[in-house]
């Protein structure tokens, strides 16, 4: 069965401070995609990064970062030197393989979310 | 603009009067499906649909209903709602293809309150 873990329930930094979330799969499909979502107290859902499960290199986009290693099945979101904006729900996700265009129930499996609070 | 439109956006409603959530995409999407936001649960998958007249059940299907017409729209119906379907509710939709990393967008959001 495949799953999504977030261990860390919620975290709460200062400002400026640097901050990892961490995200664990489990799939046995070896072609997946692994999302993270940034979720405001406004409620929507704000995409952050898709990842395949053939590019392992890390990225980076401004003060986030992302690792992503296969052989411990974890995409890791860091954020550098984080800001009160940056307080949010981060969700972690992972689609489904597709096995042939009759079963591709194409969900999204979530871990269930890190709440990170930014102080200032 | 790409958009996918869910309306109500907050709802009160007492348990036992139905209710339709809408959900509507520009996209011209094939696929659309309902999620529920839950605390500690992060996001499961309610119903999807894979195009017109064609839906399926998701991981938490039981006392919801829905329909697909037409294929920008996706309403998830509440028969009779109850207390335990208070949630967060979010209406996704995105093209098919060989792949699913195809872009997925999700609606803003539906909060309903069963009291």
């Given at each position: 069965?495949?799953?999504?873990?977030?261990?860390?329930?919620?975290?709460?930094?200062?400002e400026?401070?640097?901050?990892?979330?961490?995200?664990?799969?489990e799939?046995?499909?070896?072609?997946?995609?692994?999302?993270?979502?940034?979720?405001?107290?406004?409620g929507?859902?704000?995409?952050?990064?898709?990842?395949?499960?053939?590019?392992?290199?890390?990225?980076?986009?401004?003060?986030?970062?992302?690792?992503?290693?296969?052989?411990?099945?974890?995409?890791?979101?860091?954020?550098?030197?984080?800001?009160?904006?940056?307080?949010?729900?981060?969700?972690?996700?992972?689609?489904?393989?597709?096995?042939?265009?009759?079963?591709?129930?194409?969900?999204?499996?979530?871990?269930?979310g890190?709440?990170?609070?930014?102080?200032? | 603009?790409?958009?996918?439109?869910?309306?109500?956006?907050?709802?009160?409603?007492?348990?036992?009067?139905?209710?339709?959530v809408?959900?509507?995409?520009?996209?011209?999407?094939?696929?659309?499906?309902?999620?529920?936001?839950?605390?500690?649960?992060?996001?499961?998958?309610?119903?999807?649909?894979?195009?017109?007249?064609?839906?399926?059940?998701?991981?938490?299907?039981?006392?919801?209903?829905?329909?697909?017409?037409?294929?920008?729209?996706?309403?998830?119906?509440?028969?009779?709602?109850s207390?335990?379907?208070?949630?967060?509710?979010?209406?996704?939709?995105?093209?098919?293809?060989?792949?699913?990393?195809?872009?997925?967008?999700?609606?803003?959001?539906?909060?309903?309150?069963?009291?």
């Amino acid at each position: 069965a495949q799953k999504v873990t977030q261990a860390q329930t919620e975290i709460s930094v200062v400002e400026k401070e640097d901050v990892t979330l961490d995200c664990v799969y489990e799939t046995r499909d070896t072609t997946y995609y692994l999302f993270w979502y940034k979720q405001p107290p406004s409620g929507e859902l704000v995409f952050l990064i898709r990842r395949n499960s053939f590019d392992e290199q890390n990225e980076i986009s401004g003060r986030y970062s992302w690792n992503f290693q296969k052989s411990t099945s974890s995409f890791n979101f860091t954020i550098t030197a984080s800001q009160v904006v940056d307080s949010a729900v981060y969700f972690c996700a992972l689609s489904e393989a597709q096995r042939g265009r009759s079963s591709n129930t194409g969900k999204l499996i979530f871990g269930q979310g890190t709440t990170l609070q930014v102080k200032p | 603009e790409a958009q996918v439109t869910q309306n109500p956006r907050y709802l009160i409603t007492v348990t036992g009067k139905k209710l339709t959530v809408t959900c509507s995409q520009n996209m011209n999407h094939e696929y659309m499906s309902w999620y529920r936001q839950d605390p500690g649960l992060g996001l499961r998958q309610i119903y999807y649909s894979m195009n017109v007249e064609v839906t399926d059940k998701g991981d938490v299907p039981e006392g919801y209903k829905v329909s697909r017409k037409e294929k920008r729209n996706f309403p998830l119906i509440l028969e009779s709602p109850s207390p335990n379907q208070t949630s967060l509710y979010f209406c996704a939709s995105r093209s098919h293809g060989t792949t699913l990393g195809n872009t997925i967008y999700f609606g803003e959001g539906s909060w309903l309150t069963v009291v």
